[in-house]
């Protein structure tokens, strides 16, 4: 596969990562303050249902970088690759348990102490999951724009 194709799949599959985990999250905060016990449901079963792209596009992104860049363990590559592991991580360890809890417990109409705490957690998780991935689309375009000559400033 050659360089221009990888970092179109890194490239879209970033950005997919990052407006999935957005649209998570701003749709649980709307539903959950609307107070409708069926907009909660239902975003608790879309968010089940849509947990595949995400890991897919998690997935490509890590892949794909990794292609890109191997063993660059310094610098801005050296910290898109930590922070990528980070969000991989609290993805697989917090948010995808939290997920499935969560919907489980919302089809049941199950709205108590254990629903509400798990949501904080997972509420917390995908504010740190957005903050990673926002980093990194950041130093991502700051690489791009370092690498291209036309973009630079002549003093």
């Not at 879309?46 to 992104?61: D, E, G, Q, V, Y």
């Not at 191997?70 to 939290?98: E, H």
Request: charged share 15%.
């Amino acid at each position: 596969m050659n360089r221009q194709t990888l970092v179109l799949i890194h490239r879209t599959a970033g950005a997919l990562a990052f407006l999935t985990v957005a649209s998570f999250f701003t749709s649980t905060l709307f539903a959950e303050l609307s107070g409708v016990q069926h907009h909660i449901v239902t975003v608790k079963q879309a968010i089940l249902w849509c947990i595949p792209l995400l890991i897919l596009s998690m997935m490509l992104t890590g892949v794909s970088g990794n292609k890109l860049y191997p063993s660059k363990g310094k610098g801005v590559i050296g910290a898109k690759q930590g922070r990528i592991k980070i969000a991989a991580a609290n993805g697989l360890l917090v948010m995808l348990p939290s997920a499935v809890f969560l919907y489980f417990k919302a089809v049941s109409l199950e709205f108590d102490g254990y629903f509400w705490a798990v949501q904080a957690i997972e509420l917390v998780g995908g504010a740190i999951n957005l903050t990673m991935i926002g980093l990194n689309i950041r130093d991502g375009l700051l690489l791009k724009r370092t690498k291209n000559p036309r973009t630079k400033q002549s003093a």
